[in-house]
T-cell receptor, first 114, second 113 residues
Framework: DSGVTQTPKHLITATGQRVTLRCSPR?????VYWYQQSLDQGLQFLIQ???????AKGNILERFSAQQFPDLHSELNLSSLELGDSALYFC?????????????FGQGTRLTVV | GQQLNQSPQSMFIQEGEDVSMNCTSS?????WLWYKQDPGEGPVLLIA?????ELTSNGRLTAQFGITRKDSFLNISASIPSDVGIYFC?????????????FGKGMKLTVNP
């Protein structure tokens, strides 16, 4: 158990809909990262938050957005869903400090768009 | 953008054999990380490398951070069936005040008992 909690574990929704994925980082971790993993693809970095502020942006679509709340949990919002958005979405967290690059991953949310 | 080239893409080995996998990049990274992902699970950190030339072991795993900071390898000795999974390398860098973790596409390991 990495200490990172993601909900829900599975989500099935229709095209055009909007969903919210939730992540609770490990206790004390200030950084949260979101990744997308499609079939046969590696992990694609979407976005990172640090202590409530956006820190880095990757290949995140404009239809997607995220935020980190004062209690440090984070949500990833996916809207106007398309079939190609079906993927595993992972959240990872890391602590602040010298070794703040050791990111620990949650078990992921499997999103299926039908 | 930064890319990590991971090779080989897959390997089939017999239980007890050693296996080696590689990761290279044209970019310089501050840190190299190796992760393992089991089916239906999130990646789990195996080894983190912070200094160029650093050699680190974790049980049967040994990893090295290349002296140029552009490559890394991971060795698994005396493989066992539970070593099956996908192994990812990841490089961390800081650019313009923002941090990036870049992942390779993974190496799928199959261990035959």
């Amino acid at each position: 158990d990495s200490g990172v909690t993601q909900t829900p574990k599975h989500l099935i929704t229709a095209t055009g809909q909007r969903v919210t994925l939730r992540c609770s980082p490990r206790s004390g971790d200030l950084s949260v990262y979101w990744y997308q993993q499609s079939l046969d693809q590696g992990l694609q970095f979407l976005i990172q938050y640090y202590n409530g502020e956006e820190r880095a942006k990757g290949n995140i679509l404009e239809r997607f957005s995220a935020q980190q709340f004062p209690d440090l949990h984070s949500e990833l919002n996916l809207s106007s869903l398309e079939l190609g958005d079906s993927a595993l979405y992972f959240c990872a967290s890391s602590p602040r400090g010298h070794r703040n690059t050791e990111a620990f991953f949650g078990q992921g949310t499997r999103l299926t768009v039908v | 953008g930064q890319q990590l080239n991971q090779s080989p893409q897959s390997m089939f080995i017999q239980e007890g054999e050693d296996v080696s996998m590689n990761c290279t990049s044209s970019s310089i990274f501050n840190t190299w990380l190796w992760y393992k992902q089991d089916p239906g699970e999130g990646p789990v950190l195996l080894i983190a490398l912070y200094k160029a030339g650093e050699l680190t072991s974790n049980g049967r795993l040994t990893a090295q951070f290349g002296i140029t900071r552009k490559d890394s390898f991971l060795n698994i000795s005396a493989s066992i069936p539970s070593d099956v999974g996908i192994y990812f390398c990841a490089g961390h860098l800081t650019q313009g005040g923002s941090e990036k973790l870049v992942f390779g596409k993974g190496m799928k390991l199959t261990v035959n008992p």
